[in-house]
């Protein structure tokens, strides 16, 4: 008999021999690892057939109106030289890149210093986005576990993953490339634009894979997206830190390296390589961390807790914000930090603007006592923009605990509906108007420090506040959506993008007034150039208590995701 036979005999009843032919082992690990990759890949680019081409088409077309912006305001050479002047400060360098860009002053140098770093943020978010959701996530809700358990490889997920997020960023890359070059503007040349497209596309790539480590470490896909959002912020802290002055501290930074191709000015192409080459290593050791630790579980042991539990967890409002305090903690710090950075240059306002006449005159229709205020009044806009994004977040965490199975066994106990989804909601509520006064307080202090003027401290700080009922109308919608459509609840990510492009981008691209009527943020009064007025916020905050009214009514009317 042979040791190792190929094939089976059965002898069936009639005295006939079937021969039942073995399954032979897979020939080659790596084909073994990988299995399945095609076909999940696929899967992913299905699943996010609306989320990428959103993502990516509003990073472009955001880019190209910018582009498109700058060239109206820096039109001629003494506007350009002008900005430059402006800019060649620490605070200026701090909020832009590094001080060579200045040498040669031309749109697209200052598309490239003024953007490259803030938009590196965004596009790392996307990718981060891209890895967590494809990867932890699937085991979060045991759907990888399934899968897995046909002829799935163990490194197919991962490698799936990556691969969609190297073919988002790589498509950016190129619609950046081809629409920048043909807007046909001086100093925006093919070459620089395909520099400046691929540039997104190797920073995206590297903080996809600086994902693939973090998806390792935690069980959670919040926790993984965390981590991987805490390098991009540390990665732009340590941009801004050594354009101030130490530039080797820049070189600490991906961010740093992708501004360092001096693009439209040198067009050095090999920091692109150096980001490649950190992404490959990165990549390498998610894959090979991946396989030290079990499907759902993460290389970080979960942490023994205390045998009894504290007061605040035997109350739904406390439980909430126990599952909301990483998040929270994680933009408050951002929000503070940001405000200190644009409060730092609120003092070079008025040589900031100085001959740009869009920018002059939507500062002059805005009205104020200076430039300083007015200017403020533009800035308050990001910051309440950047809050609502943790509101949304916020807004849509019981859909997540929903679609995790993890509402169920609440609810099922003596916890009402209209409680659990309340703790959450205000829970976001209150979080968002923190947010908004820290980032009102740094922006103050920073604000009144670089001005002289001592009593703009606590009119920033109120001009924050009144930002707090139009975040309220964004975690309504947010409810209202989660109640009666639990599947399109992705929609409340409008508010903030549509904030963004209509009330600050708008004012300067000459959008029609009623655009900004349709939006929340439109409706605040623009303190502290102007005068208070209550009656749009009462308005505003009557409208989100409509919302999560109607969104609880909703959420009662309807069967509960089970699993």
């Known amino acids: 008999m042979s040791a190792t036979p190929s094939a089976t005999n059965d002898t069936g009843t009639a005295g006939t021999t079937k021969t039942r032919p073995t399954v032979s082992p897979r020939t080659s690990e790596g084909a073994s690892v990988l299995a399945g990759t095609r076909t999940l890949f696929r899967f992913a680019l299905r699943r996010d057939r609306v989320r990428l081409p959103v993502w990516v088409l509003a990073l472009f077309l955001g880019t190209i109106s910018s582009v498109s912006s700058l060239d109206t305001s820096y039109g001629t050479a003494k506007k350009r030289a002008d900005i430059a002047e402006t800019m060649d400060s620490p605070a200026g360098l701090a909020m832009t890149g590094p001080k060579h860009y200045l040498d040669d002053y031309n749109i697209g140098s200052i598309t490239a210093h003024q953007m490259l770093g803030f938009t590196a943020v965004l596009v790392g978010i996307m990718s981060v986005l891209i890895i967590s959701r494809h990867t932890r996530a699937e085991e979060e809700t045991n759907r990888a576990e399934l899968v897995r358990s046909g002829v799935v490889g163990r490194h197919a997920y991962l490698a799936a993953a990556l691969a969609v997020a190297v073919v988002a960023n790589l498509a950016l890359g190129l619609l950046l490339a081809g629409g920048m070059a043909g807007m046909g503007i001086d100093g ?3 070459q620089g634009s395909l520099l400046y497209g691929l540039a997104h596309t190797a920073i995206g790539i590297f903080f996809a894979a600086v994902a693939a480590i973090t998806v390792q470490i935690t069980a959670y896909a919040r926790g993984a997206s965390g981590m991987a959002m805490a390098v991009i912020g540390a990665a732009y802290a340590l941009r801004a830190a050594g354009d101030v002055g130490n ?36 990549a390498a050791a998610g894959f090979v961390l991946s396989t030290r630790r079990d499907v759902g579980a993460g290389l970080k042991a979960a942490r023994l807790g205390s045998p009894v539990g504290s007061e605040g967890l035997t109350s739904p409002l406390g439980f909430a914000l126990r599952l909301h305090r990483g998040l929270l903690a994680g933009f408050g710090g951002g929000a503070l930090l940001l405000g200190v950075m644009y409060g730092s240059i609120l ?17 002059a229709e805005i009205g104020g006592a200076n430039v300083a205020e007015s200017f403020a009044t533009v ?7 950047v809050c609502s994004i943790y509101v949304v977040m916020a807004g849509l965490r019981p859909r997540a605990e929903e679609s995790a199975g993890r509402a169920e066994p609440l609810l099922s106990t003596a916890l009402s509906r209209d409680r659990w989804v309340l703790s959450h909601t205000l829970v976001g509520a209150v979080g968002g108007t923190v947010l908004i006064l820290l980032a009102g307080i740094g922006f ?11 009593g703009l401290f606590l009119r920033l700080v109120g001009a924050a506040l009144a930002f707090a009922p139009a975040l309220w109308v964004t975690i309504g919608l947010a409810v209202a959506l989660f109640g009666w459509f639990p599947r399109a609840v992705t929609l409340a990510w409008v508010v903030p993008v549509y904030g963004f492009v209509v009330d600050y981008l708008g004012e300067i691209l000459k959008f029609p007034d009623i655009l900004s009527d349709l939006s929340p943020f439109g409706h605040v009064p623009q303190l502290p150039a102007q005068d208070m007025s209550w009656p749009p916020l009462l308005v505003l905050t009557a409208i989100a208590v409509g919302l999560v009214w109607l969104g609880l009514v909703g959420f009662r009317r309807r069967d509960l995701e089970t699993k």
């Open 188 to 190: 925006v040349d093919g």
């Open 247 to 282: 530039d080797w501290v820049s070189w600490l930074s991906p961010i740093g390296w992708i501004q360092r191709t001096y693009v439209f000015v040198d067009n050095r192409w090999w920091p692109l390589l150096l980001v490649l080459v950190a992404a490959a290593a990165c």
């Open 347 to 363: 003092g070079d306002a008025e040589e900031m603007i100085e001959g740009i006449g869009e920018l002059e005159d939507q500062l």
């Open 379 to 385: 800035v308050m806009i990001v910051l309440a923009v």
């Open 444 to 454: 103050g202090a920073a604000g009144a420090a670089s001005t002289g003027d001592g």
